[in-house]
Every structure is written in structure tokens, then in C-alpha cells.
DNA sequence: GCTTGTAGGCGTGTGCCGTACGCTGTCAAC
DNA sequence: GTTGACAGCGTACGGCACACGCCTACAAGC
């Protein structure tokens, strides 16, 4: 019988999407939401508790839209696995501002347990129980989020290699080698690499 | 010939770390270390540029306490290189509050530079070279820069695992069963565990 | 068609934050 | 004794998240 709502929770996450697309993680405030919609900055309070809420949304957001049904099963048990973590990694790379905020929200994100259900799933099918499964699953998700903060905060092809490639390479030697090399490998190959070495020590 | 200064940079590292160590991370503010120190807020600015460069001292405060030695190489390279990551993950865990900071800011720490030094230094007398050595060299960095942020803030027996056994096991039942299981994992037991499937994914 | 309860939205104010800028006081060199 | 370099301080500004109370649009009951 009030007066109706004017905002759903999909316009507000849409609009803090906006900002941070356009400002940055560090442009994400409150006040800078409200403007984005054209309403005052209390007025938001009406949809979400407090910052950290909206945070939360714009985290499940990006990861509710992982598709986190099993890939088909007549492909060898790495092969799927490794389809997973390539699901993940594209969501969370289509906004690579938000990374920080996905570190520190994931728990609450019912798109990572679906997701890690299903990693369970398949590796319960090649194998794995108890602890070590347990320690499969978090080697995973370890070297995922690690990997995904490595190339993007600070990129193979970045200021930080070429900073390396400028040191005195009498004392660091191989540093300045790898930093060489390091140009010719892309992301793809250097994160997809890294996870052929986790899932050959996870087979053997 | 003018007044001398009053302060170190020793002096006001400690007690950032003091401040960080009483308060937390969020408690770390100019205002507050300038309290510790007993002297006003912009005096901190004689010492320092700004609030960033203050986070960049207390990692490398950290970072620079790192053993870089080589450790002796009657042992295999495995086990080299297990050590250097032992040294790092010690070297981190003594202040885990400041781990968000050490991630963003691990570029410009000298620590890290000589730790990879050394690490590829054990890489490369184990036969790795060219790409295949910078694609090592990042995936021991990723997984631990990920499993130490899901360790301290996410960790096995915390309220994520919690939430996740309280979940609808019907749903979950993979995720329900290892969170049981998870409780028996020690930290230790999940980060050398994770840490051996990816040293073994390296030498096969 | 008027009244009234409910709930959405807004404005103001508080206490934090980092830090720009100009002043004051102290000391060594001359 | 004078001078000038520089450590340290105080004030002030523009940002932030958010508590709190007010106003107002609406729909149900009479």
C-alpha cells in the first residue's frame, strides 16, 4: 500500500558496475552510486545495509554467472577440471577491477560453492577422498586466486618486469634472463601453464 | 646544520607495525601512527610522502627479513625450493594482518626480488629454462600469494567452513563432506600439501 | 472522498580520513 | 651575534560512510 520501490537490486549493481568500469575500485563510494542512479546517497541505504553489501552484490554478481554445470563426462577428469577453472577465470577477468573486492567476498558467494561442488564432484570421480581431496580442492582455488591477482596486478608484459629487466643483472642474473623471456609468454599461456603443472602433480 | 631530525625510518616502521598489530589493518591511519610516535600527524611528512609509501615500508619490512641465501644444495632441488617458500610463508604469517598490503605492493620490495633470484637460481640447476622456468618461477609465486590469503582470510576452521557444513547437504554433498574433513586439515598440512602437488606437477 | 498508517526517499550532521600549505622554533655555520 | 636551512606543528579542505529525523506518495478503511 506505500509507495512502490523504484530500484531493483539488478539497477544498483548495474550502476556500481558503471562506476567502477568508469573510475576504478577506488571511485566505488556511495555517493558515487546515488549520482550514477540520480537519487541522494541515502537513498540507497533503502536496498543495501551498508557498503560492504554492495560490495557483496557486485562480487555475486560476477560470480553467480559462472556456469557451474559438469562438463560433460566422456572428457578425461583434467580436461574438466581445468574447464572449471577456465569458467572461473573468465568471469572474474571480465572485470578484473572488482579482483580485490572477489578475494575478500567469496565465502559468502553462493556461485563458488556451486562451483566448488562440482570441482568436488569431478574429483571424486578420479579418485580423490578425504584430506586429500580436501587439499586438491584448496591447492586449486589457491593457485587460482593467486594467479588471477598475479596477472593482474602486475602483469608479466607490466612496469614491474621491465623495473626487473632494469636492475643490475650482475646480481641478478637469472631475474633479468626470466624477465626477457618473460615478454614472450601471453597470460593465457602463463596462467594455462601454471595449471597444467597443479593438475600433472595432482595425476601423479 | 639545522635542527636534527628526531626519527628513523626504523623508528616509524615499528610503530606502524604497532599500531597495525593493536588496531588492525583498518586501524592503520596517519593520524594514528603520528599518535604512537608522540608527535602531530604532518610531522609523519618529513619522513615519508604519503600513506602509500608507508605501506611500502611495512612490507618491505617484512619481505626484507626473508633468508635469500641458497639453502645447500646437497639436497634436491625440491626440497630447495620448498624451503624458500617455507621462508617466505614464515616470513608473511608473522604479521597476517598486513598480507593484503604485501600483495599490492610486493613489486617494489627488494626481498622478493632476491627471493625469486634464488629460486631460479634452484629452477635453473634443476634443467628448467626459457619460458618453462618463467612459467615455474609464476606459478610458485601464484599459489603462494593465493593459499596464504585463503589461509589468513578464509581459513579451513573458520566460519566459511562453518557456514558450509551447516549448508543443505542435499544440495551439497561433496562440499558438505569435505568441509567435515577439512577440520582435521592443519594450515600447515593444507599449504604443504598444496605446495607438494604443484612440486611434483614440476618434475614430471 | 476523506482519513490514516506505512514505508520510500531525502537532507543534515558527525566523525573519520589523507594531505596542502604556511608558520614557528631550533640549531650550525659564519 | 646574525643568518638561513629545515624539523615539526596547526589549520583547513574536500572527501568518505553512515545515524537520524523529516517529508511525502500511496492504498486501504470508512
Redesign the pocket.
Known amino acids: 500500500?506505500?509507495?512502490?520501490?523504484?530500484?531493483t537490486q539488478d539497477r544498483l549493481v548495474a550502476a556500481a558496475h558503471a562506476v567502477v568500469d568508469r573510475e576504478g575500485l577506488a571511485g566505488?563510494?556511495?555517493?558515487?552510486v546515488a549520482k550514477e542512479l540520480g537519487?541522494?546517497?541515502?537513498?540507497l541505504?533503502?536496498?543495501v545495509a551498508?557498503?560492504?553489501t554492495l560490495e557483496r552484490l557486485l562480487v555475486e554478481s560476477l560470480l553467480d554467472a559462472v556456469d557451474t554445470a559438469p562438463p560433460p563426462d566422456d572428457t578425461p577428469w583434467r580436461e574438466r577440471v581445468e574447464e572449471m577453472v577456465r569458467r572461473l577465470r573468465v568471469a572474474v577477468s571480465a572485470r578484473p577491477a572488482v579482483l580485490p573486492l572477489t578475494v575478500t567476498h567469496r565465502h559468502h558467494s553462493p556461485g563458488v560453492l556451486r562451483w566448488s561442488e562440482t570441482v568436488l564432484t569431478i574429483l571424486d570421480e578420479a579418485g580423490f577422498d578425504g584430506t586429500r581431496r580436501v587439499i586438491a580442492l584448496r591447492a586449486l582455488l589457491g593457485y587460482v586466486i593467486g594467479a588471477l591477482q598475479l596477472e593482474h596486478l602486475g602483469p608479466l608484459a607490466g612496469p614491474g618486469t621491465t623495473t626487473i629487466a632494469a636492475l643490475p643483472p650482475a646480481d641478478f642474473p637469472h631475474l633479468a634472463d626470466t624477465a626477457r623471456h618473460a615478454r614472450d609468454v601471453t597470460p593465457d599461456a602463463e596462467f594455462f601453464g601454471g595449471l597444467a603443472i597443479l593438475l600433472r602433480g595432482l595425476a601423479s
Open positions: 500500500m506505500p509507495r512502490p520501490r523504484t530500484l566505488l563510494s556511495m555517493r558515487a537519487m541522494s546517497t541515502m537513498g541505504y533503502r536496498y551498508d557498503r560492504e
